[in-house]
């Protein structure tokens, strides 16, 4: 059983740049939710797709989109980039329906913003 | 507006003792709470989990209370081990099915 793979690891981009980060989800999971961890934060949540459709959006600009492909496989897209959008970008799959809500996390991609 | 908190950024506890950590939230809407535990550079991983038709959950050393009225829940983690040093984040399940996490506590356990 293979685990959530998230690439790059790390990635320094500038102010007004796009960017997009990957996320291959643990096989046997049909869902994949994004969130982004800022410095002394909590993890917060910024959408989830499921069936290749957003399912559920947090309190997030648009310029923050997203895609799931038929592998269940996503992608985050952060459009005109600022400063505040330094993070780590937690990717994490899961299995709809699921009782017990296993959800497995990647180890995440830094993205520094300068 | 936080709905899960965690009003302890840090923990020191010397190895073979209690650790408590605790978690409120204010949705009493939420019946689905999760424990996971964060190494530097790497993803949360789930620690235990309860649900809101239980008062308490146990897996080994670690072990979950909720306190419904209160709006509360603490893991208790005994023995502490050096190895559990890492940051806990509490987590609950919202109407949506997504998690919504607190801020954080940081153990550390001392040898």
């Known amino acids: 059983e293979t685990g959530v793979t998230q690439s790059p690891t790390h990635l320094i981009k500038t102010r007004g740049q796009q960017v997009t980060l990957r996320c291959s989800s643990q096989?046997?999971?049909?869902?994949v939710s994004w969130y982004q961890q800022a410095l002394g934060q909590g993890p917060q949540f910024i959408f989830q797709?499921?069936?290749?459709?957003?399912?559920g959006r947090g309190n997030f600009p648009p310029r923050f989109s997203g895609l799931q492909f038929p592998n269940y496989s996503s992608e985050l897209n952060v459009n005109a980039l600022e400063l505040d959008d330094s993070a780590l970008y937690l990717c994490?799959?899961?299995?709809?329906?699921?009782?017990?809500?296993?959800?497995?996390f990647g180890s995440g991609t830094r993205l520094t913003v300068v | 507006d936080q709905q899960v908190k965690q009003n302890s950024p840090s923990l020191s506890v010397q190895e073979g003792r209690i650790s408590i950590l605790n978690c409120d939230y204010t949705?009493?809407?939420?019946?689905?709470f999760l424990w996971y535990k964060k190494y530097p550079a790497e993803g949360p991983t789930f620690l235990i989990s309860?649900?809101?038709?239980?008062d308490k959950n146990e897996d080994g050393r670690f072990t979950v209370f909720l306190n419904k009225s209160a709006k509360h829940l603490s893991l208790h983690i005994v023995p502490s081990q050096p190895g559990d040093s890492a940051v806990y984040f509490c987590?609950?399940?919202?109407?949506?099915?997504?998690?919504?996490f607190g801020q954080g506590t940081e153990l550390s356990v001392k040898p």
């Open positions: 309860i649900s809101s038709i239980k």
């Open positions: 994490a799959s899961s299995w709809r329906g699921r009782g017990d809500y296993g959800y497995t």
């Open positions: 797709y499921y069936r290749e459709e957003e399912n």
């Open positions: 096989s046997g999971h049909n869902t």
């Open positions: 949705n009493s809407m939420f019946d689905y």
């Open positions: 987590a609950a399940i919202d109407q949506g099915g997504k998690l919504i």
